[in-house]
């Protein structure tokens, strides 16, 4: 290492493991930006070094000016979440103003990114939570009505609220619990958009077959370098307006990433987006 050269906290992996395997070293060399990587005031949807660390590096087509009317506590939150929701809900399923949305699991990062991107786009934005705290976070962030999914009749209180003609898009964030309730609360040709899942389920595939009704799966790592640019256009115009506003959920600093990771393993469900703090 050279003399002089500075020095950060970070986070690396040496191994395949659960959290335990996340290691906090005192020492990692700074990364120094070349051409095309950037040292202003931004968010990312990737980096090149890594995000668990004070600092990192990330090609420019990958990083968006933050507005200044937003902290880099809501920077940290925008990336995944928010480019996540708006590819499930406008690429995927091609959603129409108007239609219905249910997101089913709403209170977390990518749920709320969601219920703001559709409220804006002139959807009727239902959404669930576990949790007394998780539903009024939802209301505020978009839904018209919100549903205890922890409740054992809360499909049959969907299934009233929307009516004979069920719901258009839903999108799934725990596919292995959720998909057969969510294919019948379908309307006809209404589509499931999959952004979450935690192992297998069995489904019916004639639920799928007498509404013409699609199942879609979405990755936000399938996303091209074009698309990236026409959803943070869409993006950075919410910030601009307001109506993207990051909320901010459980905060951890940097030396308790595993105790993080545990949580997210093994928690009950999340309110808002989980960051690090450096």
């Known amino acids: 290492m050279a003399t002089g050269q500075k020095l950060m906290r970070a986070v690396r992996v040496f191994e395949f493991g659960g959290p335990e395997v996340l290691k906090l070293q005192l020492d990692v060399a700074v990364p120094i930006p070349k051409d095309h990587q950037k040292g202003d005031r931004v968010f990312t ?12 590096l990330a090609a420019d087509h990958t990083v968006y000016k933050l507005p200044e009317k937003l902290d880099f506590k809501q920077g940290a939150a925008i990336g995944i979440p928010y480019f996540t929701a708006y590819r499930a809900l406008i ?3 091609r959603v129409k103003a108007g239609e219905s949305v249910l997101v089913h699991g709403a209170s977390g990062g990518v749920g709320l ?27 505020q962030n978009g839904a018209h009505e919100v549903f205890n999914h922890r409740e054992v009749n809360y499909i049959d209180k969907i299934k009233t609220y929307v009516g004979e003609k069920g719901i258009d898009v839903i999108i799934e964030m725990l596919a292995n619990v959720n998909l057969s309730k969510d294919l019948s609360l379908l309307s ?3 589509r499931v958009i999959v952004v979450g899942n935690r192992g297998t389920i069995e489904i019916n595939p004639r639920d799928i077959m007498t509404k013409e009704s699609s199942i ?12 990236f640019q026409q959803y943070a256009a869409a993006l950075q115009a919410g910030m601009e307006i307001g109506w993207l506003k990051p909320v901010i959920g459980s905060q951890y600093p940097l030396e308790k990433v595993a105790q993080a990771h545990e949580n997210i393993i093994h928690g009950s469900g999340a309110t808002g987006k989980m960051i690090l703090l450096l």
């Open 45 to 56: 949807s990737s980096t090149i070094s890594g995000g668990y660390a004070e600092y990192a």
């Open 91 to 93: 690429h995927s399923a």
């Open 216 to 227: 879609i799966g979405v990755t936000l790592f399938a996303t091209t370098k074009e698309e």
């Open 113 to 139: 990114a969601a219920c703001q991107i559709a409220r804006a786009y002139g959807l009727k934005v239902l959404g669930t939570a576990g949790t007394e705290e998780g539903q009024k976070v939802v209301l």
């Open 188 to 190: 006809q040709g209404g």
